[in-house]
């Protein structure tokens, strides 16, 4: 059974740093998406990433999609308390399940 | 607001009994994914209904079901409740058969079962 694996699982930095985060599988991704939980709500979509070396950015947001497709990073630039949340990963399986990781939850000091 | 509408938000009742979750999709979505979600666990895969029909399956006990209707709403219920089925329970729709994995989630119905 395919895993997707999301580091750190925990992350708390001060306002203006700059951050990556983590999403990695054992098998090949055919294709990976990104969204962000906040209290008391659903997840929501940020991107889609499908080609291998894809690169996507969504303002302050850069999303990248490992070459093999097996591994998919977030990195916030100066990030704002307003980030704060988790950040989940998903894949979609053979079987069309779609899977999400447990997650990395940030934490933006101001 | 992403359009899906979930109710109810907050449920508590006891051991034992029996609940039932709703769902309405976007507009035009016809596919409908229940997914529970705990701290330990994250959020798991329960059942997806496309256009009325089960799709696929995921960690689902035998006393939860679900159910698409044909005005595309769907139902979870959930049955003889124990502590363990305290969480969030999210419901998210999508409009495309090929599950590209781009989901429209609502606020979630949390559940405490005392």
């Known amino acids: 059974t395919q895993l997707l694996e999301q580091s750190p699982q925990f992350l708390s930095i001060q306002e203006g740093e700059n951050l990556t985060v983590y999403c990695n599988s054992s098998?090949?991704?055919?294709?990976l998406q990104w969204y962000r939980q906040e209290p008391g709500e659903g997840p929501v979509l940020l991107v889609t990433v499908v080609t291998g070396g894809e690169v996507k950015k969504l303002k302050r947001l850069t999303f990248q999609f490992g070459d093999a497709r097996k591994d998919s990073s977030l990195h916030i630039t100066a990030a704002q308390t307003g980030d704060t949340g988790l950040y989940l990963c998903a894949e979609t399986h053979r079987d069309d399940k779609i899977i999400f990781g447990k997650g990395t939850r940030l934490h933006i000091l101001p | 607001d992403s359009g899906v509408t979930q109710t109810p938000k907050h449920l508590i009742t006891a051991t034992g009994q029996r609940v039932t979750l709703r769902c309405s999709p976007r507009?035009?979505?016809?596919?409908v994914y229940w997914y529970q979600q705990s701290l330990d666990q994250g959020l798991q895969f329960l059942i997806q209904?496309?256009?009325?029909?089960?799709?696929a399956k995921g960690n689902i006990l035998e006393r939860f079901s679900a159910q698409q209707f044909p005005d595309l709403h769907s139902e979870l219920n959930l049955s003889s409740l124990e502590l363990g089925d305290s969480a969030l329970y999210f419901c998210?729709?999508?409009?495309?058969?090929?599950?590209?994995?781009?989901?429209?989630f609502g606020e979630g119905s949390r559940l405490t079962v005392l």
């Open positions: 098998s090949v991704f055919s294709s």
């Open positions: 209904y496309y256009n009325g029909e089960e799709r």
């Open positions: 507009s035009g979505d016809l596919s």
């Open positions: 998210a729709s999508s409009v495309d058969i090929t599950n590209t994995g781009e989901l429209f």
